[in-house]
């Protein structure tokens, strides 16, 4: 793994709680609850998780989509979590672009790819169309299309096609950071390898940094320097790439690991469950967890009973 740069996303005790329902229906969800993690300048962090653990809602709070409950995002060292006004919505817009995981629901089916791709540039007060043009097929170019597509509208393209439309839309404002939300899920097997290895080389030639969301571990572990795993709100586990897998510590993330589905035919199918349980494999009775550095940059949510127990492990 390339040498760390300093963090250019800080994300703080975030916290993004619902409340939904009313009266004695009333339920609170705790989204995100406490979540901690760095995201270091030009590297792909991937954040994995089952459904329903927060990962969407942790990308759409960073970048403002909602208010965070509590917590604090700094980008770049500036405060993003402060309250919303002009200036502050217009350096998200500038520095942090998002691709969505439905390619098909997040493109107007009434724009032509050109108007897609190029509204970011008119929304930021551009009215020269020939400059927006030229680099609209700039950035066409940039992800495998051309210009004969820009004409065309989303439903005339196979899912591929259309989250490549999904990225240039997001780069052609250069930010700093994108945030990929499942960007490859609704996609076929024999394509996903394509979209990734298309987001990776743009992040190698336009120096991207790239908060990458799955919930499958077999889709980040080749393509991202740190990963963090989410659990219910929480993030359980922080580690690069290969340590997480090499030593993956938090019960949830070695159950995660090992619900990878396994192409050998000689392992059963039944292995794809996801067999944790915090009742039965946590005892915090005594003792609440909190994140702990158990190795250099490897984090795990444990009470300090765990951490010894993690630390005696790393060292056998
Ligand atoms: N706008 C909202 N209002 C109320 N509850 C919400 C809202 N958005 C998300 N939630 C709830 O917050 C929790 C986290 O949802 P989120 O979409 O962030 O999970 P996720 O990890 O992205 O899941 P998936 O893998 O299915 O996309 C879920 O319980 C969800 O029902
Ligand atoms: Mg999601």
Same mark, same amino acid.
């Given at each position: 793994? !390339?040498?760390?740069?300093?963090?250019?996303?800080?994300?703080?005790? %975030?916290?993004?709680?619902?409340?939904?329902?009313? &009266?004695?229906?009333?339920?609170?969800?705790? !989204?995100?609850?406490?979540?901690?993690?760095?995201?270091?300048?030009?590297?792909?962090?991937?954040?994995?998780?089952?459904?329903?653990?927060?990962?969407?809602?942790?990308?759409?709070?960073? +970048?403002?989509?909602?208010?965070?409950?509590?917590?604090?995002?700094?980008? @770049? &060292?500036?405060? +993003?979590?402060?309250?919303?006004?002009?200036?502050?919505?217009?350096?998200?817009? @500038?520095?942090?672009?998002?691709?969505?995981? @439905?390619?098909?629901?997040?493109?107007?089916?009434?724009?032509?790819?050109?108007?897609?791709? &190029?509204?970011?540039?008119?929304?930021?007060?551009?009215?020269?169309?020939?400059?927006?043009?030229?680099?609209?097929?700039?950035?066409?170019?940039?992800?495998?299309?051309?210009?004969?597509?820009?004409?065309?509208?989303?439903?005339?393209?196979?899912? &591929?096609?259309?989250?490549?439309?999904?990225? !240039?839309?997001?780069?052609?404002?250069?930010?700093?950071?994108?945030?990929?939300?499942?960007?490859?899920?609704?996609?076929?097997?024999?394509?996903?390898?394509?979209?990734?290895?298309?987001?990776?080389?743009?992040?190698?030639?336009?120096?991207?940094? +790239?908060?990458?969301?799955?919930?499958?571990?077999?889709?980040?572990?080749?393509?991202?320097?740190?990963?963090?795993?989410?659990?219910?709100?929480?993030?359980?586990?922080?580690?690069? !790439?290969?340590?997480?897998?090499?030593?993956?510590?938090?019960?949830?993330?070695?159950? %995660?690991?090992?619900?990878?589905?396994?192409?050998?035919?000689?392992?059963?199918?039944?292995?794809?469950?996801? @067999?944790?349980?915090?009742a039965r494999d946590h005892d915090y009775s005594a003792e609440?967890?909190?994140?702990?550095?158990?190795?250099?940059?490897?984090?795990?949510?444990?009470?300090?009973?765990?951490?010894?127990?993690?630390?005696?492990?790393?060292?056998?």
């Open positions: 793994m !390339a040498e760390l740069k300093p963090p250019i996303l800080e994300v703080k005790n %975030l916290s993004q709680h619902f409340t939904t329902g009313r &009266g004695k229906k009333r339920l609170a969800v705790k !989204a995100v609850d406490d979540v901690s993690f760095e995201v270091y300048t030009q590297e792909t962090f991937g954040l994995v998780g089952e459904s329903g653990c927060g990962k969407t809602t942790t990308g759409r709070t960073i +970048i403002r989509l909602y208010d965070p409950t509590a917590g604090q995002v700094l980008f @770049d &060292g500036w405060d +993003i979590s402060r309250p919303m006004n002009k200036k502050l919505r217009r350096f998200l817009s @500038d520095n942090i672009a998002m691709i969505f995981q @439905d390619p098909i629901e997040s493109l107007n089916p009434r724009m032509t790819i050109e108007e897609i791709v &190029g509204e970011g540039l008119f929304v930021r007060g551009e009215q020269d169309k020939a400059k927006v043009r030229k680099l609209v097929y700039e950035t066409l170019d940039l992800v495998g299309l051309t210009q004969e597509h820009a004409t065309r509208y989303p439903h005339e393209f196979s899912g &591929g096609q259309r989250q490549r439309v999904g990225i !240039a839309r997001a780069i052609i404002v250069k930010p700093k950071l994108i945030i990929a939300d499942e960007p490859v899920s609704a996609l076929d097997v024999s394509i996903q390898a394509q979209v990734i290895n298309l987001l990776n080389d743009l992040k190698q030639e336009l120096g991207l940094t +790239i908060l990458f969301v799955a919930h499958n571990l077999s889709v980040v572990k080749y393509f991202s320097d740190r990963i963090g795993v989410m659990y219910y709100g929480k993030m359980v586990e922080i580690a690069n !790439a290969a340590d997480l897998y090499e030593n993956p510590l938090h019960p949830y993330t070695r159950a %995660l690991l090992s619900a990878i589905p396994e192409p050998n035919p000689r392992y059963s199918i039944s292995g794809n469950r996801v @067999d944790y349980d915090p609440q967890p909190s994140m702990r550095e158990v190795l250099p940059n490897h984090f795990v949510y444990c009470s300090q009973g765990e951490y010894e127990r993690f630390k005696l492990k790393v060292s056998l």
